[in-house]
């Protein structure tokens, strides 16, 4: 038998190894390193009360941060306070201050942000993952529920953004961190407002990273399609039979409570601008929006008429 042949034959299983190995290691590593990057930190997560929020609260808190929870509800925070400090060893971790933050109530932003900057005097991150949900048919969807949906997604995130800045820039350093849904990227028919809202927020963080970047603030956005829901019962939509509802099918689209907090932690560390959690399917749709609109808006359009015949059968 040839002797190269025979070298190759040998190598090529060596190579995969080895090269498995090192993506191995490197993973451990990065994995290690995250972890690290949020000891000691002060970390204000918006909508602790999320599985999302639940899900960083515990991962940042078995990191060693200093956790500011904000929710609505004063008990369930209290809940999971208890929670997290019932888990863990008190002699490696910090006590969770707590927060009442309601972004309909934006009445109550100054006091909320005098209060978040009281907690440690300082902050280091600042996790933006509260939302609202509607899908409806644009006409039925109310100007209440307009300026509701507005308040949640776009004016509370970016008016508490606007009040910790000062802080922030003070110190010349931070990370802010938008937790957004993919509809900041694309809209999907019954979900006008929604959708607006995204794309605001979107905006908003976008410009806001480049006027801060000179006093060391990261502004990081995170894109995904929805919580899967066999990991959350929460933030998950119907399906339908429309050809634009395989973007939001349950499965296999979704991401699941560990893989977006992972993800979460990963931007953290190695503090990317920008980034999209999503299968192919609905990462091939926000390039094709880009570069091919008008074939997207016929997909969109056909995903109607396909709903609608569908009901009517």
Request: proline share 4%; hydrophobic share 45%.
């Amino acid at each position: 038998m040839d002797p190269v042949w025979i070298t190759t034959v040998l190598l090529v299983p060596c190579v995969v190894v080895l090269t498995a190995g090192f993506f191995y290691l490197f993973s451990v590593i990065m994995g290690l390193l995250s972890k690290t990057s949020v000891r000691n930190k002060v970390v204000v997560i918006t909508d602790a009360l999320s599985g999302l929020g639940k899900e960083c609260a515990g991962v940042f808190h078995r990191g060693g941060a200093r956790l500011i929870l904000c929710g609505k509800s004063w008990e369930k925070l209290e809940e999971l306070a208890d929670d997290l400090a019932n888990a863990s060893d008190p002699t490696v971790t910090f006590p969770s201050k707590l927060v009442l933050l309601d972004f309909g109530d934006m009445d109550s932003m100054p006091e909320v942000i005098s209060e978040i900057l009281e907690c440690y005097g300082c902050l280091d991150i600042v996790i933006l993952n509260s939302s609202m949900k509607v899908k409806a048919p644009a006409q039925s969807v109310s100007l209440e529920m307009d300026k509701l949906l507005m308040d949640n997604n776009y004016f509370g995130p970016a008016t508490l953004a606007k009040g910790l800045l000062p802080s922030l820039i003070s110190r010349r350093t931070g990370h802010l961190l938008l937790v957004n849904s993919i509809q900041g990227k694309i809209a999907v028919p019954f979900r006008t407002s929604y959708a607006a809202s995204k794309h605001a927020v979107q905006a908003f963080f976008d410009c806001l990273r480049a006027e801060v970047e000179e006093y060391g603030i990261s502004v990081s956005t995170i894109n995904y399609t929805f919580i899967s829901r066999s990991a959350s019962s929460e933030n998950t939509e119907p399906s339908s039979k429309s050809i634009w509802s395989l973007l939001y099918s349950q499965k296999p689209l979704g991401v699941s409570l560990d893989e977006a907090a992972t993800e979460i932690i990963k931007t953290l560390s190695n503090k990317r601008k920008e980034v999209v959690i999503a299968p192919s399917l609905p990462k091939v749709a926000v390039y094709a929006r880009s570069f091919f609109p008008n074939v997207f808006f016929a997909v969109m359009a056909a995903g109607v008429k396909n709903a609608a015949a569908s009901e009517n059968m």
